[in-house]
């Protein structure tokens, strides 16, 4: 007989840190920047501001 598979282990997702994103927005304020992307242990974070034309 065969054993039926094993369902996969949900792949676990980083939570959103909020101050980070708030940090995040306050170095677009203080630079000038129109967006800014981060990258760590698989978190990927863009923020960017809404350019008005």
Do not use: C, Q
């Not at 996969?8 to 992307?37: H, Q, W």
């Amino acid at each position: 007989m065969s054993n039926p598979k094993a369902p996969a282990d949900p792949v676990e997702t980083p939570s959103i840190d909020a101050r980070l994103v708030r940090k995040l927005a306050d170095i677009l304020k203080d630079t000038g920047l129109s967006e800014i992307e981060v990258e760590h242990a698989g978190l990927k974070i863009r923020v960017a501001r809404e350019l008005t034309v």
